[in-house]
């Protein structure tokens, strides 16, 4: 479970990361990692987008599930002001739990360091 501090809540929220942040995809989810300056408390944040197209109620919330757990260890490893959109991809019903673990962080890593490159002005 994630600590209350560490959940997107707001649709503008994913709206900004999904839009202005960098993406890496893999093939059970999509990472979008974006900062926000403006937040005031310096703690990462992370939201989760499991549409239809994953199947019924049960397997999204069994992927949901999945990948928040997946997530809680990965946090310090995120920018003090980090928000992260997880968009679960079809192919993540049928994944394990190893494998959607394993493709969050490989995900995560590859978009942290899209997200410096993009910062610091390098391709």
Same mark, same amino acid.
Do not use: C, I
């Given at each position: 479970?994630?600590?209350?501090?560490?959940?997107?809540?707001?649709?503008?929220?994913?709206?900004?990361?999904?839009?202005?942040?960098?993406?890496? #995809? *893999?093939?059970? %989810?999509?990472?979008?990692? $974006?900062?926000? @300056? +403006?937040?005031? !408390?310096?703690?990462?944040?992370?939201?989760?987008?499991?549409?239809?197209?994953?199947?019924?109620?049960?397997?999204?919330?069994?992927?949901?599930?999945?990948?928040?757990?997946?997530?809680?260890?990965?946090?310090?490893?995120l920018p003090?002001? #980090? *928000?992260?959109? %997880?968009?679960?991809?079809? $192919?993540?019903? @049928? +994944?394990?739990? !190893?494998?959607?673990?394993?493709?969050?962080?490989?995900?995560?890593?590859?978009?942290?360091?899209?997200?410096?490159?993009?910062?610091?002005?390098?391709?």
């Amino acid at each position: 479970m994630l600590p209350a501090a560490h959940r997107l809540r707001r649709s503008v929220d994913f709206e900004r990361a999904v839009r202005r942040g960098a993406r890496a #995809g *893999r093939s059970t %989810v999509v990472v979008h990692l $974006a900062e926000d @300056d +403006a937040q005031r !408390d310096g703690v990462p944040q992370v939201g989760f987008v499991v549409s239809k197209a994953v199947g019924n109620a049960v397997h999204r919330n069994l992927v949901k599930r999945r990948l928040r757990a997946a997530t809680a260890p990965r946090l310090s490893s995120l920018p003090a002001n #980090g *928000r992260v959109v %997880v968009r679960a991809l079809p $192919a993540s019903a @049928d +994944a394990t739990y !190893d494998e959607l673990s394993r493709d969050l962080e490989r995900g995560l890593e590859r978009a942290v360091v899209r997200w410096n490159q993009r910062r610091d002005g390098s391709t």
